[in-house]
């Protein structure tokens, strides 16, 4: 099971670009990289997922180098709702050997 | 809306006794999930079923017991009650049974063990 490991924290400020790393060293060859986002005293929800190089979607990027022992969460220009926590998460399409780590927890500043 | 729905939405109950919390998945998902959450511990996968059989297990106390009914609804049977079992219990619910597939979160039941 490939661990991940985020930031506890970060701060950013309104109109900024934020871009949250994870580590996952371990990963193996069918696992594909998904980053969830919480909200306080509410369910995760699902942000963007990829397999390799780059991703984007309408909320978020997700950058994925060649080795695949890291991913980059790209927030483009944050708002105060965007204070959250953000988790990385690394699993194998096989198997359900799934775990949300600690997390990230973004704090948006005005 | 995630279309996942679960209830009750508070819970209170004294330590020693059983619960039941229940989730209904969205419609057309075959599997469901449940996951803890207390402020000290984060989110904790707990079991997962795929169109009424268990999938996978993680860290569920033997205290805990949960199955997937023939209509798809899921229950999670929380008994003798300790004071940290309280916590945010979420089910999710996705597609198939590959957990790495987008899971949709409920709302959550808020449990509190007295």
């Known amino acids: 099971l490939a661990k991940t490991t985020q930031p506890i924290s970060m701060d950013s400020y309104e109109g900024q670009e934020v871009n949250i790393t994870c580590s996952h060293n371990n990963i193996a060859t069918n696992d594909y990289i998904t980053w969830y986002q919480q909200f306080p005293s509410q369910g995760p929800r699902f942000i963007i997922q990829g397999y390799k190089t780059k991703v984007t979607n309408e909320v978020a990027s997700l950058f994925i180098p060649a080795d695949r022992k890291s991913s980059t969460l790209s927030l483009p220009r944050v708002s105060l709702s965007d204070t959250a926590v953000y988790y990385c998460l690394v699993g194998d399409p096989n198997n359900n050997d799934m775990r949300f780590g600690a997390g990230t927890r973004l704090t948006v500043k005005p | 809306d995630s279309g996942v729905t679960q209830t009750p939405k508070h819970l209170i109950t004294a330590t020693g006794q059983r619960v039941t919390l229940r989730c209904s998945p969205r419609s057309g998902d075959l599997s469901v999930y449940w996951y803890q959450q207390s402020l000290d511990q984060g989110l904790q996968f707990l079991i997962q079923?795929?169109?009424?059989?268990?999938?996978a297990k993680g860290n569920i106390l033997e205290r805990f017991s949960a199955q997937q009914f023939p209509d798809l609804h899921s229950e999670l049977n929380l008994s003798s009650l300790e004071l940290g079992d309280s916590a945010l219990y979420f089910c999710?619910?996705?597609?198939?049974?590959?957990?790495?597939?987008?899971?949709?979160f409920g709302p959550g039941t808020r449990l509190t063990v007295l």
């Open positions: 999710a619910s996705s597609e198939s049974g590959a957990s790495y597939n987008e899971q949709f």
């Open positions: 079923y795929y169109n009424g059989e268990e999938r």
